[in-house]
T-cell receptor, first 114, second 110 residues
Framework: DAMVIQNPRYQVTQFGKPVTLSCSQT?????MYWYQQKSSQAPKLLFH???????NEADTPDNFQSRRPNTSFCFLDIRSPGLGDAAMYLC?????????????FGDGTRLSIL | QQQVKQSPQSLIVQKGGISIINCAYE??????FPWYQQFPGKGPALLIA?????SEKKEGRFTISFNKSAKQFSLHIMDSQPGDSATYFC?????????FGAGTRLTVKP
């Protein structure tokens, strides 16, 4: 089945130690999103790619970076995680035509900071 | 800025009852209103969606009611089942940008 896969499902890192979360998709969608979701809150868009065109949300901290080496993969890098960065990180995809209409989400990576 | 306001934050309903979740939006440029369902440990999944040219859309036990003049829309779950227990997010989109409500945690008691 075509899907969005996030690895790992659970990630524990130390305060200030860089961490990378990964997302892969078999849908061949050209739009990929990264969201941060904290407990009992709405998913918050961090950034998204239209193909290789990177679009950063204005309030996304500089501590968060992203890479998209090809259509199928997208990475979220947190350079110096703080305690406030503990959250669920969701990857989603969409076609360019359907952007803003239907997003297909992965099951997320739950990040814990020690 | 919270562009989509959702209530209640949590909801407990008896099996067979009706679950109602409400959302309100501010941006009149929004023209697509989906609802997402999220089970614990899973990502959100599209449940049902509506465009503002209709006032109601029904799919099985799930119905969206839409009031364009009030800028409000709601999700009704008829004959609620324990398997419906999940977090529900409303969203609003202008084709380029999707904004989510804060979510409602629904518990359906047997």
């Amino acid at each position: 089945d075509a899907m969005v896969i996030q690895n790992p499902r659970y990630q524990v890192t130390q305060f200030g130690k860089p961490v990378t979360l990964s997302c892969s998709q078999t849908l061949n969608h050209n739009v990929m999103y990264w969201y941060q979701q904290k407990s009992s809150q709405a998913p918050k868009l961090l950034f998204h790619y239209y193909d290789k065109d990177f679009n950063n949300e204005a309030d996304t901290p500089d501590n968060f970076q992203s890479r998209r080496p090809n259509t199928s993969f997208c990475f979220l890098d947190i350079r110096s995680p703080g305690l406030g960065d503990a959250a669920m990180y969701l990857c989603a995809t969409s076609t360019f035509r359907d952007r803003g209409l239907t997003q297909h989400f992965g099951d997320g990576t739950r990040l814990s900071i020690l | 800025q919270q562009q989509v306001k959702q209530s209640p934050q949590s909801l407990i309903v008896q099996k067979g009852g009706i679950s109602i979740i409400n959302c309100a939006y501010e941006n009149t440029a929004f023209d697509y209103f989906p609802w997402y369902q999220q089970f614990p440990g899973k990502g959100p999944a599209l449940l049902i969606a509506i465009r503002p040219d209709v006032s109601e859309k029904k799919e099985g036990r799930f119905t969206i009611s839409f009031n364009k003049s009030a800028k409000q829309f709601s999700l009704h779950i008829m004959d609620s089942q324990p398997g419906d227990s999940a977090t529900y997010f409303c969203a609003a989109s202008d084709r380029n940008d999707m904004r989510f409500g804060a979510g409602t945690r629904l518990t359906v008691k047997p």
